[in-house]
């Protein structure tokens, strides 16, 4: 069973408009394991700040809050589309153990294009992940899975692709943040000893 919260529709993800170019997030260990895209960066389950910049110059500071759990950083599978090749993952231990991701957004509060690829080359038997407004607290997207399987992947509407599909057919979704700051939080309130992992996201500001 998948459940979604939030609103759909698809949206460009280009920087125009005067806007910040902002790359998106590949989640990994290893930062040589795959080639990332001109538009995109690495995570290697590093820790807020951390500040990097893709190969065509597009800049983030972003990392998680405090370390991950479990397998953290993972290196998958080097075939894969470079987005999904790996995730960054924390074991669903309980009520306070989720693991909260910051990327900050440098013009502030406005509409953005939210990219993402829930899910990592091994399937889970129970996954959790939420969209968080600048707040930390108030959820602007919230993914639950139940069973999500080996190379399967949800994107940012929660339609649910290959390792294959997810690369040429995910959609961004437009949801409105209310500050400078965007958060990926992972994780379960309750104790199922799966992981949660996130193989990519992206936020780019569009109005």
Not at 5 to 15: K, L, P, S
Not at 33 to 49: H, I, K, S
Not at 67 to 84: F, K, S, V
Not at 154 to 160: Q, S, V
């Amino acid at each position: 069973m998948l459940a979604m919260a939030g609103m759909m529709m698809g949206v460009a993800t280009g920087g125009g408009g005067g806007f910040t170019s902002l790359p998106g997030i590949d989640f990994r260990h290893t930062a040589a394991y795959v080639t990332d895209g001109a538009d995109d960066t690495y995570c290697l389950a590093e820790l807020y700040p951390t500040t990097r910049a893709s190969s065509g110059g597009r800049s983030a500071t972003f990392g998680w809050q405090s370390a991950l759990t479990g397998d953290a950083g993972q290196d998958l599978n080097a075939t894969y589309d470079p987005r999904i090749a790996g995730a960054n993952s924390c074991t669903n231990s309980g009520a306070g153990t989720a693991r909260v991701f910051q990327l900050d957004l440098p013009d502030g509060a406005g509409t953005y294009a939210v990219e993402l690829a829930f899910g990592a080359y091994s399937g889970q038997a129970a996954c959790h992940l939420d969209i968080l407004d600048s707040d930390g607290t108030t959820a602007l997207l919230t993914f639950d899975s139940t069973a999500l399987g080996g190379s399967m992947y949800l994107d940012a509407n929660n339609t649910l692709y290959t390792n294959t599909t997810w690369p040429t057919s995910e959609t961004p979704k437009s949801v409105t943040v209310s500050g400078s700051h965007i958060y990926v939080r992972i994780g379960g309130a309750t104790s199922e000893g799966a992981q949660s992992p996130v193989a990519y996201f992206k936020a780019q500001r569009t109005a």
